[in-house]
Protein backbone atom coordinates (compact mmCIF):
# COMPACT_ATOMS: atom_id res chain seq x y z
CA UNK A 1 0.00 0.00 0.00
CA UNK A 2 1.14 3.18 -1.03
CA UNK A 3 2.93 5.29 2.27
CA UNK A 4 3.78 2.13 3.93
CA UNK A 5 7.58 1.27 4.59
CA UNK A 6 9.47 -2.00 3.48
CA UNK A 7 9.17 -3.57 6.77
CA UNK A 8 5.40 -2.88 7.11
CA UNK A 9 4.70 -5.09 4.13
CA UNK A 10 3.62 -7.92 6.48
CA UNK A 11 -0.33 -7.89 7.26
CA UNK A 12 -1.39 -8.14 10.64
CA UNK A 13 -2.70 -11.66 9.78
CA UNK A 14 1.09 -12.44 9.31
CA UNK A 15 2.17 -10.41 11.75
CA UNK A 16 -0.16 -12.04 14.68
CA UNK A 17 1.33 -15.57 12.78
CA UNK A 18 4.92 -14.51 13.79
CA UNK A 19 3.80 -13.54 17.46
CA UNK A 20 1.92 -16.65 17.62
CA UNK A 21 5.11 -18.63 16.81
CA UNK A 22 6.92 -16.85 19.40
CA UNK A 23 4.28 -17.51 22.11
CA UNK A 24 3.77 -21.19 21.24
CA UNK A 25 7.84 -21.39 21.33
CA UNK A 26 8.08 -19.83 24.98
CA UNK A 27 5.14 -21.96 25.90
CA UNK A 28 6.59 -25.10 24.42
CA UNK A 29 9.75 -25.16 26.34
CA UNK A 30 8.12 -23.44 29.36
CA UNK A 31 5.63 -26.52 29.14
CA UNK A 32 8.24 -29.37 28.52
CA UNK A 33 9.72 -27.65 31.62
CA UNK A 34 7.06 -27.83 33.61
CA UNK A 35 6.07 -31.36 32.14
CA UNK A 36 9.30 -32.94 33.59
CA UNK A 37 9.04 -31.13 37.01
CA UNK A 38 5.42 -32.09 37.46
CA UNK A 39 6.47 -35.64 36.38
CA UNK A 40 8.82 -35.88 38.88
CA UNK A 41 6.43 -34.61 41.61
CA UNK A 42 3.74 -37.08 40.58
CA UNK A 43 6.35 -40.02 40.81
CA UNK A 44 7.24 -39.21 44.30
CA UNK A 45 3.54 -38.50 44.97
CA UNK A 46 2.90 -41.89 43.66
CA UNK A 47 5.80 -43.57 45.67
CA UNK A 48 4.22 -41.83 49.21
CA UNK A 49 0.74 -43.03 48.01
CA UNK A 50 2.02 -46.53 47.60
CA UNK A 51 3.83 -46.26 50.95
CA UNK A 52 0.72 -45.04 52.63
CA UNK A 53 -0.88 -48.14 50.60
CA UNK A 54 1.11 -50.67 51.95
CA UNK A 55 1.08 -49.48 55.75
CA UNK A 56 -2.78 -49.61 55.58
CA UNK A 57 -2.43 -53.79 54.47
CA UNK A 58 -0.25 -54.26 56.79
CA UNK A 59 -1.89 -53.40 59.43
CA UNK A 60 -5.05 -54.91 58.33
CA UNK A 61 -3.16 -58.37 58.76
CA UNK A 62 -1.65 -57.30 61.60
CA UNK A 63 -5.07 -56.47 63.22
CA UNK A 64 -7.28 -60.11 61.66
CA UNK A 65 -3.82 -61.88 63.55
CA UNK A 66 -4.80 -60.29 66.87
CA UNK A 67 -8.50 -60.89 66.53
CA UNK A 68 -7.58 -64.47 65.45
CA UNK A 69 -5.76 -65.20 68.66
CA UNK A 70 -8.09 -62.96 71.05
CA UNK A 71 -11.13 -65.14 69.55
CA UNK A 72 -9.30 -68.74 69.77
CA UNK A 73 -8.04 -67.64 73.38
CA UNK A 74 -11.36 -66.37 74.38
CA UNK A 75 -12.67 -69.45 73.50
CA UNK A 76 -10.31 -71.80 74.53
CA UNK A 77 -10.44 -70.35 78.24
CA UNK A 78 -14.24 -70.04 78.84
CA UNK A 79 -15.44 -72.38 76.29
CA UNK A 80 -17.95 -69.49 75.33
CA UNK A 81 -19.04 -70.00 71.91
CA UNK A 82 -19.67 -66.55 71.64
CA UNK A 83 -15.55 -65.81 71.14
CA UNK A 84 -15.73 -67.91 67.93
CA UNK A 85 -17.84 -65.01 65.89
CA UNK A 86 -14.49 -63.12 66.23
CA UNK A 87 -12.19 -65.88 64.87
CA UNK A 88 -13.95 -67.00 62.56
CA UNK A 89 -14.62 -63.43 60.67
CA UNK A 90 -10.76 -63.01 61.28
CA UNK A 91 -10.03 -66.57 59.48
CA UNK A 92 -12.15 -65.76 56.64
CA UNK A 93 -10.52 -62.50 55.93
CA UNK A 94 -6.68 -63.58 56.75
CA UNK A 95 -5.97 -65.51 53.35
CA UNK A 96 -7.38 -61.82 51.29
CA UNK A 97 -5.62 -59.77 53.63
CA UNK A 98 -2.59 -61.59 53.00
CA UNK A 99 -2.34 -62.22 49.75
CA UNK A 100 -3.56 -57.62 49.33
CA UNK A 101 -0.30 -57.16 51.08
CA UNK A 102 2.37 -59.72 49.15
CA UNK A 103 0.63 -57.68 45.88
CA UNK A 104 1.53 -54.55 46.72
CA UNK A 105 4.95 -55.67 47.59
CA UNK A 106 5.39 -56.66 44.13
CA UNK A 107 8.38 -54.82 41.89
CA UNK A 108 9.58 -53.29 45.80
CA UNK A 109 12.83 -55.21 45.95
CA UNK A 110 13.34 -53.05 49.60
CA UNK A 111 10.16 -55.02 51.15
CA UNK A 112 9.25 -57.86 49.23
CA UNK A 113 11.41 -59.82 51.18
CA UNK A 114 10.45 -59.06 54.48
CA UNK A 115 6.71 -59.22 53.63
CA UNK A 116 7.08 -62.62 52.12
CA UNK A 117 8.13 -64.12 55.34
CA UNK A 118 5.64 -61.85 57.26
CA UNK A 119 3.06 -63.25 55.04
CA UNK A 120 4.22 -67.46 55.40
CA UNK A 121 4.40 -66.84 59.50
CA UNK A 122 0.36 -65.73 59.27
CA UNK A 123 0.06 -68.51 57.53
CA UNK A 124 1.77 -70.63 59.28
CA UNK A 125 0.22 -69.15 62.65
CA UNK A 126 -3.24 -70.20 61.25
CA UNK A 127 -2.43 -73.44 59.94
CA UNK A 128 -0.35 -75.04 62.78
CA UNK A 129 -1.49 -73.24 65.60
CA UNK A 130 -4.70 -71.64 65.57
CA UNK A 131 -7.07 -74.03 63.34
CA UNK A 132 -5.65 -77.31 65.30
CA UNK A 133 -6.44 -75.70 68.65
CA UNK A 134 -9.94 -74.45 67.99
CA UNK A 135 -10.57 -78.30 66.84
CA UNK A 136 -8.81 -79.45 70.16
CA UNK A 137 -11.08 -77.25 71.93
CA UNK A 138 -14.34 -78.31 70.44
CA UNK A 139 -12.96 -82.08 71.40
CA UNK A 140 -11.24 -81.89 74.47
CA UNK A 141 -11.35 -78.08 75.99
CA UNK A 142 -8.76 -79.04 78.66
CA UNK A 143 -6.41 -80.37 76.79
CA UNK A 144 -7.02 -76.91 74.51
CA UNK A 145 -6.06 -75.22 77.67
CA UNK A 146 -2.81 -77.11 78.52
CA UNK A 147 -1.87 -76.30 75.09
CA UNK A 148 -2.69 -72.52 75.79
CA UNK A 149 -0.52 -72.83 78.75
CA UNK A 150 2.57 -73.51 77.33
CA UNK A 151 2.85 -69.69 75.86
CA UNK A 152 3.75 -71.09 72.47
CA UNK A 153 0.78 -69.50 70.56
CA UNK A 154 1.40 -66.01 72.58
CA UNK A 155 5.20 -66.31 71.80
CA UNK A 156 4.38 -66.86 67.71
CA UNK A 157 2.48 -63.50 67.77
CA UNK A 158 5.01 -61.61 69.56
CA UNK A 159 7.22 -62.54 66.92
CA UNK A 160 4.61 -61.97 64.21
CA UNK A 161 4.18 -58.85 65.57
CA UNK A 162 7.86 -57.73 65.61
CA UNK A 163 7.71 -58.23 62.06
CA UNK A 164 5.40 -56.26 61.34
CA UNK A 165 6.84 -53.29 63.46
CA UNK A 166 10.10 -53.98 61.23
CA UNK A 167 8.40 -53.44 58.38
CA UNK A 168 6.57 -50.02 59.25
CA UNK A 169 9.36 -48.76 60.43
CA UNK A 170 11.14 -49.35 57.21
CA UNK A 171 8.68 -47.96 55.14
CA UNK A 172 8.14 -45.05 57.41
CA UNK A 173 11.47 -43.89 56.79
CA UNK A 174 11.05 -44.49 53.25
CA UNK A 175 7.92 -42.62 53.37
CA UNK A 176 9.56 -39.75 54.99
CA UNK A 177 12.46 -40.06 52.31
CA UNK A 178 9.70 -40.23 49.71
CA UNK A 179 8.18 -37.33 50.91
CA UNK A 180 11.09 -34.92 51.33
CA UNK A 181 11.84 -35.39 47.55
CA UNK A 182 8.24 -34.76 46.53
CA UNK A 183 8.78 -31.90 48.46
CA UNK A 184 11.53 -30.81 46.40
CA UNK A 185 9.87 -31.67 43.46
CA UNK A 186 6.51 -29.38 44.35
CA UNK A 187 9.35 -26.24 44.90
CA UNK A 188 11.30 -27.40 41.52
CA UNK A 189 7.84 -27.36 39.66
CA UNK A 190 6.12 -23.99 41.52
CA UNK A 191 9.55 -22.22 40.17
CA UNK A 192 9.67 -23.39 36.54
CA UNK A 193 5.76 -22.75 36.31
CA UNK A 194 6.64 -19.23 38.17
CA UNK A 195 9.37 -18.15 35.72
CA UNK A 196 7.53 -19.65 32.41
CA UNK A 197 4.33 -17.67 33.46
CA UNK A 198 6.36 -14.61 33.92
CA UNK A 199 8.54 -15.11 30.45
CA UNK A 200 4.87 -15.71 28.74
CA UNK A 201 3.64 -12.27 30.92
CA UNK A 202 6.05 -10.38 29.44
CA UNK A 203 6.02 -11.76 25.58
CA UNK A 204 2.35 -11.26 25.54
CA UNK A 205 2.67 -7.83 27.19
CA UNK A 206 4.81 -6.71 23.80
CA UNK A 207 2.68 -8.42 21.82
CA UNK A 208 -0.40 -6.41 22.99
CA UNK A 209 1.21 -3.44 23.09
CA UNK A 210 2.23 -3.41 19.73
CA UNK A 211 -1.37 -4.68 18.41
CA UNK A 212 -2.68 -1.95 19.99
CA UNK A 213 -0.64 0.93 18.30
CA UNK A 214 -1.25 -0.66 15.13
CA UNK A 215 -4.81 -2.51 15.61
CA UNK A 216 -7.01 -1.13 18.26
CA UNK A 217 -6.00 3.16 17.50
CA UNK A 218 -6.53 2.51 14.24
CA UNK A 219 -10.19 0.74 14.99
CA UNK A 220 -10.83 3.20 17.62
CA UNK A 221 -10.61 6.18 15.30
CA UNK A 222 -12.87 4.29 13.20
CA UNK A 223 -15.30 3.77 15.56
CA UNK A 224 -15.40 7.22 16.45
CA UNK A 225 -16.15 8.47 12.85
CA UNK A 226 -18.56 5.31 13.00
CA UNK A 227 -20.44 7.03 16.21
CA UNK A 228 -19.96 10.82 14.72
CA UNK A 229 -21.83 9.31 11.26
CA UNK A 230 -24.39 7.88 13.55
CA UNK A 231 -25.01 11.37 15.10
CA UNK A 232 -25.98 12.98 11.75
CA UNK A 233 -22.60 14.06 10.08
CA UNK A 234 -22.34 12.25 7.09
CA UNK A 235 -18.64 14.28 6.48
CA UNK A 236 -16.84 12.10 9.13
CA UNK A 237 -13.96 10.30 7.86
CA UNK A 238 -10.39 8.58 9.53
CA UNK A 239 -7.17 9.91 8.87
CA UNK A 240 -4.95 7.14 7.37
CA UNK A 241 -3.08 4.83 9.80
CA UNK A 242 -2.12 1.00 11.35
CA UNK A 243 -0.37 -1.12 9.57
CA UNK A 244 -1.88 -3.76 6.73
CA UNK A 245 -5.61 -4.91 7.09
CA UNK A 246 -6.16 -1.92 9.72
CA UNK A 247 -4.85 0.49 7.32
CA UNK A 248 -6.97 -0.59 4.15
CA UNK A 249 -10.16 -1.00 6.71
CA UNK A 250 -9.71 2.80 7.18
CA UNK A 251 -9.51 3.18 3.46
CA UNK A 252 -12.48 1.13 2.83
CA UNK A 253 -14.41 2.73 5.91
CA UNK A 254 -13.79 6.46 3.81
CA UNK A 255 -15.08 4.86 0.56
CA UNK A 256 -18.25 3.46 2.60
CA UNK A 257 -18.77 6.51 3.93
CA UNK A 258 -18.83 8.52 0.58
CA UNK A 259 -20.63 5.68 -0.89
CA UNK A 260 -23.20 6.37 1.95
CA UNK A 261 -23.67 9.57 1.45
CA UNK A 262 -25.15 9.21 -2.05
CA UNK A 263 -27.13 6.17 -1.05
CA UNK A 264 -28.66 8.50 2.07
CA UNK A 265 -29.34 10.65 -0.50
CA UNK A 266 -31.49 8.42 -3.18
CA UNK A 267 -33.29 6.97 -0.25
CA UNK A 268 -34.70 10.42 0.64
CA UNK A 269 -35.71 10.99 -2.82
CA UNK A 270 -37.12 7.42 -2.90
CA UNK A 271 -38.65 7.84 0.19
CA UNK A 272 -40.01 10.48 -0.87
CA UNK A 273 -41.71 9.40 -4.08
CA UNK A 274 -43.19 6.18 -1.95
CA UNK A 275 -44.81 8.71 0.75
CA UNK A 276 -46.10 10.50 -2.32
CA UNK A 277 -47.75 7.32 -3.38
CA UNK A 278 -49.16 5.99 -0.11
CA UNK A 279 -50.46 9.46 0.37
CA UNK A 280 -52.16 9.58 -2.73
CA UNK A 281 -53.96 5.87 -2.14
CA UNK A 282 -57.65 5.74 -1.31
CA UNK A 283 -57.22 3.66 1.03
CA UNK A 284 -55.80 4.12 4.69
CA UNK A 285 -52.82 2.38 4.95
CA UNK A 286 -50.09 1.93 8.13
CA UNK A 287 -47.78 -0.13 8.90
CA UNK A 288 -46.56 -1.41 13.17
CA UNK A 289 -43.66 -2.66 14.44
CA UNK A 290 -43.80 -6.52 15.87
CA UNK A 291 -45.07 -4.51 19.46
CA UNK A 292 -48.05 -2.66 18.21
CA UNK A 293 -46.32 0.68 17.72
CA UNK A 294 -47.31 2.32 14.43
CA UNK A 295 -44.20 2.66 12.60
CA UNK A 296 -45.91 5.14 9.30
CA UNK A 297 -49.59 6.18 8.45
CA UNK A 298 -50.48 7.50 4.94
CA UNK A 299 -52.95 11.11 4.82
CA UNK A 300 -55.86 8.89 4.31
CA UNK A 301 -55.36 6.89 7.18
CA UNK A 302 -54.91 10.13 9.50
CA UNK A 303 -58.16 11.81 7.85
CA UNK A 304 -59.88 8.85 8.77
CA UNK A 305 -58.96 8.32 12.30
CA UNK A 306 -59.95 12.07 13.39
CA UNK A 307 -62.99 11.93 11.01
CA UNK A 308 -64.13 8.71 13.52
CA UNK A 309 -62.72 10.51 16.15
CA UNK A 310 -60.12 7.95 16.95
CA UNK A 311 -56.74 8.65 18.91
CA UNK A 312 -54.22 9.79 16.55
CA UNK A 313 -51.54 8.42 19.40
CA UNK A 314 -51.06 5.26 21.02
CA UNK A 315 -50.47 1.86 19.90
CA UNK A 316 -52.81 0.03 17.03
CA UNK A 317 -54.40 -1.59 19.60
CA UNK A 318 -55.61 1.38 21.53
CA UNK A 319 -56.89 2.77 18.22
CA UNK A 320 -58.57 -0.71 17.08
CA UNK A 321 -59.95 -0.50 20.36
CA UNK A 322 -61.56 2.79 19.59
CA UNK A 323 -62.95 1.43 16.44
CA UNK A 324 -64.68 -1.18 18.23
CA UNK A 325 -66.79 0.95 20.49
CA UNK A 326 -67.76 2.72 17.60
CA UNK A 327 -70.21 -0.27 16.12
CA UNK A 328 -73.06 -1.60 17.64
CA UNK A 329 -70.85 -4.86 19.19
CA UNK A 330 -67.13 -3.88 20.21
CA UNK A 331 -67.65 -7.37 22.04
CA UNK A 332 -67.81 -9.84 19.07
CA UNK A 333 -64.08 -7.94 17.93
CA UNK A 334 -62.24 -9.85 20.82
CA UNK A 335 -61.84 -13.20 19.40
CA UNK A 336 -60.42 -11.49 16.57
CA UNK A 337 -57.90 -9.11 18.29
CA UNK A 338 -57.09 -11.90 20.18
CA UNK A 339 -56.23 -14.11 17.00
CA UNK A 340 -53.67 -11.53 15.94
CA UNK A 341 -51.65 -10.98 19.23
CA UNK A 342 -51.08 -14.79 19.60
CA UNK A 343 -50.69 -15.56 15.90
CA UNK A 344 -48.11 -13.61 14.26
CA UNK A 345 -48.97 -15.09 10.67
CA UNK A 346 -52.88 -14.32 11.01
CA UNK A 347 -54.64 -12.41 7.88
CA UNK A 348 -57.92 -10.94 8.87
CA UNK A 349 -60.57 -9.39 7.01
CA UNK A 350 -63.73 -7.88 8.29
CA UNK A 351 -66.59 -5.36 7.15
CA UNK A 352 -67.69 -2.91 10.37
CA UNK A 353 -70.06 -0.28 10.46
CA UNK A 354 -70.14 2.94 12.30
CA UNK A 355 -73.95 3.57 13.43
CA UNK A 356 -73.47 6.91 14.59
CA UNK A 357 -71.92 8.57 11.25
CA UNK A 358 -73.60 6.20 8.61
CA UNK A 359 -70.33 4.77 7.46
CA UNK A 360 -69.06 1.69 6.82
CA UNK A 361 -65.44 0.64 6.37
CA UNK A 362 -63.60 -3.02 5.41
CA UNK A 363 -60.92 -3.12 7.37
CA UNK A 364 -57.65 -6.26 6.54
CA UNK A 365 -54.03 -6.84 8.12
CA UNK A 366 -51.80 -9.07 7.36
CA UNK A 367 -47.74 -9.79 8.80
CA UNK A 368 -44.87 -8.01 7.45
CA UNK A 369 -42.16 -10.37 7.04
CA UNK A 370 -38.31 -9.17 6.72
CA UNK A 371 -35.64 -10.56 4.17
CA UNK A 372 -34.83 -13.70 6.41
CA UNK A 373 -38.84 -14.42 6.37
CA UNK A 374 -39.35 -13.53 9.80
CA UNK A 375 -42.39 -11.41 11.20
CA UNK A 376 -41.27 -7.69 11.70
CA UNK A 377 -44.92 -5.37 12.20
CA UNK A 378 -48.09 -5.85 10.66
CA UNK A 379 -49.87 -3.77 7.84
CA UNK A 380 -52.98 -2.60 8.59
CA UNK A 381 -55.83 -0.69 5.41
CA UNK A 382 -58.55 0.78 5.97
CA UNK A 383 -61.03 1.58 3.40
CA UNK A 384 -64.42 2.93 3.32
CA UNK A 385 -67.37 1.16 1.54
CA UNK A 386 -70.23 3.44 2.40
CA UNK A 387 -70.87 4.27 -1.39
CA UNK A 388 -70.66 0.38 -1.97
CA UNK A 389 -72.56 -0.63 0.82
CA UNK A 390 -75.59 1.76 -0.66
CA UNK A 391 -75.25 0.55 -3.59
CA UNK A 392 -75.21 -3.12 -2.67
CA UNK A 393 -78.60 -2.42 -0.49
CA UNK A 394 -80.10 -0.38 -3.73
CA UNK A 395 -79.48 -3.54 -5.67
CA UNK A 396 -80.76 -6.32 -3.16
CA UNK A 397 -84.19 -3.61 -2.82
CA UNK A 398 -84.32 -3.66 -6.58
CA UNK A 399 -83.82 -7.06 -6.73
CA UNK A 400 -86.52 -7.48 -4.48
CA UNK A 401 -89.01 -5.02 -5.91
CA UNK A 402 -88.86 -7.22 -9.10
CA UNK A 403 -89.16 -10.40 -8.37
CA UNK A 404 -92.05 -9.28 -6.23
CA UNK A 405 -93.97 -7.47 -9.19
CA UNK A 406 -92.70 -10.05 -11.65
CA UNK A 407 -94.22 -12.64 -9.32
CA UNK A 408 -98.03 -11.25 -9.61
CA UNK A 409 -98.02 -10.84 -13.71
CA UNK A 410 -95.97 -14.53 -13.99
CA UNK A 411 -98.64 -16.61 -12.52
CA UNK A 412 -101.43 -14.71 -13.90
CA UNK A 413 -99.69 -15.47 -17.25
CA UNK A 414 -98.93 -18.91 -16.41
CA UNK A 415 -103.10 -19.17 -14.82
CA UNK A 416 -103.99 -18.02 -18.55
CA UNK A 417 -101.65 -19.96 -20.47
CA UNK A 418 -102.70 -23.34 -18.82
CA UNK A 419 -106.63 -22.38 -19.63
CA UNK A 420 -105.38 -21.98 -23.34
CA UNK A 421 -103.57 -25.35 -23.29
CA UNK A 422 -106.53 -26.64 -22.27
CA UNK A 423 -108.72 -25.59 -24.85
CA UNK A 424 -110.71 -23.43 -22.87
CA UNK A 425 -110.93 -20.44 -25.32
CA UNK A 426 -111.31 -22.77 -28.06
CA UNK A 427 -109.64 -25.91 -30.24
CA UNK A 428 -105.85 -25.24 -30.87
CA UNK A 429 -104.00 -26.34 -33.86
CA UNK A 430 -100.78 -28.07 -33.92
CA UNK A 431 -98.25 -25.26 -34.62
CA UNK A 432 -100.49 -22.84 -31.55
CA UNK A 433 -100.02 -25.76 -29.19
CA UNK A 434 -96.45 -25.84 -30.42
CA UNK A 435 -95.90 -22.49 -29.69
CA UNK A 436 -97.76 -21.97 -26.49
CA UNK A 437 -95.37 -24.95 -25.23
CA UNK A 438 -92.46 -22.81 -25.86
CA UNK A 439 -93.96 -20.03 -24.04
CA UNK A 440 -94.89 -22.08 -21.33
CA UNK A 441 -91.80 -23.57 -20.79
CA UNK A 442 -90.41 -19.90 -20.87
CA UNK A 443 -92.55 -18.87 -18.18
CA UNK A 444 -91.51 -21.80 -15.98
CA UNK A 445 -88.14 -20.90 -16.25
CA UNK A 446 -88.60 -17.33 -15.14
CA UNK A 447 -90.71 -18.39 -12.43
CA UNK A 448 -88.20 -20.36 -11.50
CA UNK A 449 -85.40 -17.49 -11.19
CA UNK A 450 -88.06 -15.04 -9.69
CA UNK A 451 -88.56 -17.37 -7.25
CA UNK A 452 -84.68 -18.07 -6.52
CA UNK A 453 -84.22 -14.07 -6.29
CA UNK A 454 -87.10 -14.27 -3.64
CA UNK A 455 -85.15 -17.37 -1.49
CA UNK A 456 -82.64 -15.28 -1.74
CA UNK A 457 -83.66 -12.14 -0.71
CA UNK A 458 -85.17 -13.85 2.38
CA UNK A 459 -82.08 -15.71 3.47
CA UNK A 460 -80.35 -12.29 2.90
CA UNK A 461 -83.22 -10.69 5.85
CA UNK A 462 -82.67 -13.93 8.00
CA UNK A 463 -86.14 -15.10 7.40
CA UNK A 464 -86.55 -17.94 5.19
CA UNK A 465 -89.37 -19.77 6.13
CA UNK A 466 -89.68 -23.58 6.53
CA UNK A 467 -92.81 -25.78 7.04
CA UNK A 468 -90.99 -28.16 9.51
CA UNK A 469 -92.08 -31.92 9.72
CA UNK A 470 -90.98 -35.26 9.75
CA UNK A 471 -88.91 -36.19 6.10
CA UNK A 472 -87.90 -39.11 4.89
CA UNK A 473 -84.58 -37.81 3.21
CA UNK A 474 -84.17 -41.25 1.10
CA UNK A 475 -87.95 -40.58 -0.44
CA UNK A 476 -86.68 -37.14 -1.46
CA UNK A 477 -83.33 -38.30 -2.77
CA UNK A 478 -85.42 -40.95 -5.00
CA UNK A 479 -87.93 -38.48 -6.64
CA UNK A 480 -84.85 -36.03 -7.27
CA UNK A 481 -82.80 -39.03 -8.90
CA UNK A 482 -85.80 -39.76 -11.28
CA UNK A 483 -86.84 -36.65 -12.32
CA UNK A 484 -83.30 -36.07 -13.35
CA UNK A 485 -83.17 -39.35 -15.35
CA UNK A 486 -84.57 -37.77 -18.70
CA UNK A 487 -82.02 -35.18 -18.82
CA UNK A 488 -79.14 -37.72 -17.85
CA UNK A 489 -80.18 -40.03 -20.40
CA UNK A 490 -79.98 -37.18 -23.30
CA UNK A 491 -76.09 -37.03 -22.25
CA UNK A 492 -76.20 -40.83 -22.22
CA UNK A 493 -75.06 -40.14 -18.01
CA UNK A 494 -74.88 -43.19 -16.15
CA UNK A 495 -77.29 -41.15 -13.05
CA UNK A 496 -76.88 -44.16 -10.08
CA UNK A 497 -78.08 -43.65 -6.46
CA UNK A 498 -76.97 -45.78 -3.46
CA UNK A 499 -79.31 -44.62 -0.67
CA UNK A 500 -80.55 -46.28 2.96
CA UNK A 501 -83.81 -46.73 3.32
CA UNK A 502 -85.52 -44.35 5.96
CA UNK A 503 -83.53 -41.57 6.67
CA UNK A 504 -85.34 -39.17 8.70
CA UNK A 505 -84.63 -35.76 9.14
CA UNK A 506 -86.51 -32.80 10.73
CA UNK A 507 -87.34 -29.87 7.95
CA UNK A 508 -89.08 -28.79 5.12
CA UNK A 509 -89.66 -31.49 2.50
CA UNK A 510 -89.95 -28.73 -0.37
CA UNK A 511 -87.12 -27.07 0.35
CA UNK A 512 -85.25 -29.88 0.55
CA UNK A 513 -86.25 -31.45 -2.45
CA UNK A 514 -85.04 -28.08 -4.06
CA UNK A 515 -81.68 -28.23 -2.22
CA UNK A 516 -81.38 -32.18 -3.58
CA UNK A 517 -82.45 -30.96 -6.95
CA UNK A 518 -80.07 -28.48 -7.55
CA UNK A 519 -77.25 -30.61 -6.69
CA UNK A 520 -78.43 -33.59 -9.00
CA UNK A 521 -79.20 -30.82 -11.70
CA UNK A 522 -75.66 -29.05 -11.90
CA UNK A 523 -73.92 -32.63 -11.59
CA UNK A 524 -75.96 -33.44 -14.23
CA UNK A 525 -75.34 -30.09 -16.38
CA UNK A 526 -71.77 -29.88 -15.69
CA UNK A 527 -70.77 -33.60 -16.48
CA UNK A 528 -69.92 -34.15 -19.79
CA UNK A 529 -71.62 -36.76 -21.99
CA UNK A 530 -70.64 -40.33 -21.20
CA UNK A 531 -69.55 -39.07 -18.03
CA UNK A 532 -71.24 -40.61 -14.45
CA UNK A 533 -72.87 -39.04 -11.21
CA UNK A 534 -73.29 -41.24 -8.30
CA UNK A 535 -76.39 -39.75 -5.50
CA UNK A 536 -75.32 -41.50 -2.12
CA UNK A 537 -77.77 -41.01 1.52
CA UNK A 538 -76.95 -42.63 4.77
CA UNK A 539 -77.24 -42.34 8.37
CA UNK A 540 -73.53 -42.08 10.36
CA UNK A 541 -73.53 -40.63 14.75
CA UNK A 542 -77.30 -39.13 14.34
CA UNK A 543 -76.50 -37.00 10.98
CA UNK A 544 -77.71 -38.13 7.81
CA UNK A 545 -75.17 -37.32 4.90
CA UNK A 546 -76.20 -37.12 0.99
CA UNK A 547 -73.08 -36.70 -1.11
CA UNK A 548 -73.69 -36.16 -5.10
CA UNK A 549 -70.25 -37.05 -7.09
CA UNK A 550 -70.21 -36.30 -10.74
CA UNK A 551 -67.38 -37.00 -13.50
CA UNK A 552 -68.19 -33.37 -15.00
CA UNK A 553 -65.45 -30.35 -15.34
CA UNK A 554 -64.45 -29.40 -12.02
CA UNK A 555 -63.95 -26.46 -9.88
CA UNK A 556 -60.71 -24.56 -9.87
CA UNK A 557 -59.10 -24.81 -6.50
CA UNK A 558 -58.61 -21.06 -5.97
CA UNK A 559 -62.90 -20.62 -6.78
CA UNK A 560 -64.12 -23.28 -3.78
CA UNK A 561 -64.32 -20.53 -1.94
CA UNK A 562 -66.14 -18.28 -3.52
CA UNK A 563 -68.73 -21.16 -5.27
CA UNK A 564 -71.61 -20.63 -2.63
CA UNK A 565 -71.36 -16.82 -2.86
CA UNK A 566 -74.88 -15.07 -5.17
CA UNK A 567 -74.18 -15.47 -8.79
CA UNK A 568 -70.78 -16.67 -8.66
CA UNK A 569 -69.91 -18.71 -11.59
CA UNK A 570 -66.66 -21.13 -11.96
CA UNK A 571 -64.43 -19.96 -15.10
CA UNK A 572 -64.46 -23.72 -16.28
CA UNK A 573 -68.40 -23.41 -16.50
CA UNK A 574 -67.91 -20.11 -18.41
CA UNK A 575 -65.83 -21.72 -20.65
CA UNK A 576 -67.76 -24.81 -21.15
CA UNK A 577 -70.47 -22.50 -21.67
CA UNK A 578 -72.88 -24.19 -19.87
CA UNK A 579 -75.94 -21.67 -18.80
CA UNK A 580 -76.74 -20.72 -15.22
CA UNK A 581 -77.38 -17.61 -12.91
CA UNK A 582 -75.33 -18.24 -10.06
CA UNK A 583 -77.71 -18.92 -7.05
CA UNK A 584 -78.17 -22.41 -7.23
CA UNK A 585 -75.25 -23.12 -4.96
CA UNK A 586 -76.23 -20.40 -2.45
CA UNK A 587 -79.89 -20.88 -1.83
CA UNK A 588 -78.35 -24.42 -1.52
CA UNK A 589 -76.13 -23.74 1.69
CA UNK A 590 -79.36 -21.43 2.87
CA UNK A 591 -81.60 -24.41 2.87
CA UNK A 592 -78.65 -26.62 4.55
CA UNK A 593 -77.76 -24.36 7.14
CA UNK A 594 -81.48 -23.24 7.70
CA UNK A 595 -81.64 -27.38 8.66
CA UNK A 596 -78.83 -26.65 10.87
CA UNK A 597 -76.64 -28.15 8.70
CA UNK A 598 -73.87 -27.95 6.84
CA UNK A 599 -72.79 -28.45 2.91
CA UNK A 600 -69.33 -28.36 1.71
CA UNK A 601 -67.55 -29.32 -1.75
CA UNK A 602 -64.29 -31.06 -3.00
CA UNK A 603 -63.54 -30.93 -6.44
CA UNK A 604 -60.65 -31.43 -8.81
CA UNK A 605 -60.38 -29.14 -11.89
CA UNK A 606 -60.62 -31.41 -15.14
CA UNK A 607 -61.87 -34.66 -12.64
CA UNK A 608 -65.02 -33.85 -11.18
CA UNK A 609 -66.73 -32.70 -7.96
CA UNK A 610 -68.26 -33.83 -5.08
CA UNK A 611 -71.16 -32.19 -3.24
CA UNK A 612 -71.78 -33.45 0.70
CA UNK A 613 -74.89 -32.47 2.92
CA UNK A 614 -75.16 -33.06 6.45
CA UNK A 615 -77.75 -32.96 8.10
CA UNK A 616 -79.30 -33.66 11.67
CA UNK A 617 -81.24 -37.14 12.07
CA UNK A 618 -84.18 -37.65 13.59
CA UNK A 619 -84.86 -40.56 15.87
CA UNK A 620 -87.40 -42.96 14.29
CA UNK A 621 -90.65 -44.37 16.18
Given at each position: ?P????N??L?I ?13 V??V ?22 Q??L ?14 S?Q??Y ?26 E ?10 S ?5 G ?10 S?P ?30 Q???L ?11 EA??R ?28 I ?22 T ?31 LAR?R ?23 VF ?39 A?A???S ?18 FR ?9 R??V??R ?7 T????A ?9 T ?22 E ?42 E??A ?15 A ?41 P ?5 DV ?21 A??Q???F????R ?27 G?I ?10 TF ?8 SG
Amino acid sequence: MPGDSPNRSLGIGGRMAVAGGLVALVAAVAFSLLLGAIGDLRTSASRSLETQQLLLAASRLETLTLQLQSGQRGYVLTGEQSFLRGYEEAARDLEDATFALEMLALGRRDQSSRIRTIGSAVRSYYDTWSQPLVRLADSDLSAAQRRVGTGEGEQRVIRIRRQFDELADAEQALGATREAQARADGREAALVAAVSLGALLLLLAAIVGYFIRVVVVPVRRIDAAAKRRTAGDLTARVAPAGVGEARRLIAAFNEMAAAQERSVAELARRRAEIEAVLDAAVEGIGMTDANGDLVFTNDRMDELWRDLGVAERGSIWNRLAGLAQLTDAAESYAPAFAEIASDPEAVLEDDFEVPALQRSFRGYTAPVHGPRGAVIGRIFSLRETTEERAAERAKEEFLATVSHELRTPLTSIRGYLELVQEGEAGELTAEQARFLGIVDRSARHLHGLVDDLLVVGRTDEGRLDLEAGAVDLADVVAECVESALAAAGEKRIALASDVEPELLVEGDRRRLTQLVTNLVGNAVKFTPVGGKVDVRAHARDGRVVVEVADTGIGIAADEQDHLFERFFRASSATRAQVPGTGLGLAISKAIAEAHDGTISVSSREGEGTTFRVDLRGKASG
